[in-house]
T-cell receptor, first 112, second 114 residues
């Protein structure tokens, strides 16, 4: 067990709605990254947060946004949900400067 | 953008057999990592590699960072039923671009028959 926890574990939303996913980092880790994993694919980098600021972003539109809090926990917000947003959303925590990322169990989002 | 080509896509083996899978890229990577993912779970880090040519073991698992920095392989010796899962390679591209983002392959699905 990595110590990274995500909530909720499953979620069903309607197209056009907004969703917020939450992540608690492993103790001692100061960096949080979010990944999207479509069925049958590897995880794709959405963005990373360090010191409460976005620190790198993948090829995702601005309707994907995030927050990091002083206790290093994080949120992923997705606005105007589309059917293609259905995926497993993974949070990973790490120490700044380290590539060893430790993942939570993920949130399975279904958009109908 | 950077892409990782992971092969094979799937493997069906008998318990006790050795397994080999690999990952290649047209770009250079600073770090290679191997993860295992089981159904309903997030990826679990197995091995991390930091230097070209590095060979690292973790129990029955052995992984190597290719000399060209464009490839890596993972071997599993004497497979057991609990090795079942999807194995992903992941790399940190060079240059980093300011974040420690990881690029993942599409995974190798391993099935072990008892």
């Amino acid at each position: 067990e990595t110590g990274v926890t995500q909530s909720p574990t499953h979620l069903i939303k309607t197209r056009g709605q907004q969703v917020t996913l939450r992540c608690s980092s492993q103790s001692g880790h100061n960096t949080v990254s979010w990944y999207q994993q479509a069925l049958g694919q590897g995880p794709q980098f959405i963005f990373q947060y360090y010191r409460e600021e976005e620190n790198g972003r993948g090829n995702f539109p601005p309707r994907f946004s995030g927050l990091q809090f002083p206790n290093y926990s994080s949120e992923l917000n997705v606005n105007a949900l589309e059917l293609d947003d259905s995926a497993l959303y993974l949070c990973a925590s790490s120490l700044r400067g380290s590539t060893e990322a430790f993942f939570g169990q993920g949130t399975r989002l279904t958009v109908v | 953008g950077q892409q990782l080509n992971q092969s094979p896509q799937s493997m069906f083996i008998q318990e006790g057999e050795d397994v080999s899978m690999n990952c290649t890229s047209s770009s250079i990577f600073n770090t290679w990592l191997w993860y295992k993912q089981e159904p309903g779970e997030g990826p679990v880090l197995l091995i991390a590699l930091y230097k070209a040519g590095e060979l690292t073991s973790n129990g029955r698992l052995t992984a190597q960072f290719g000399i060209t920095r464009k490839d890596s392989f993972l071997n599993i010796s004497a497979s057991i039923p609990s090795d079942v899962g999807i194995y992903f390679c992941a790399g940190q591209p060079s240059p980093q671009g300011g974040s420690e983002k990881l690029v993942f392959g599409k995974g190798t699905k391993l099935t072990v028959n008892p």
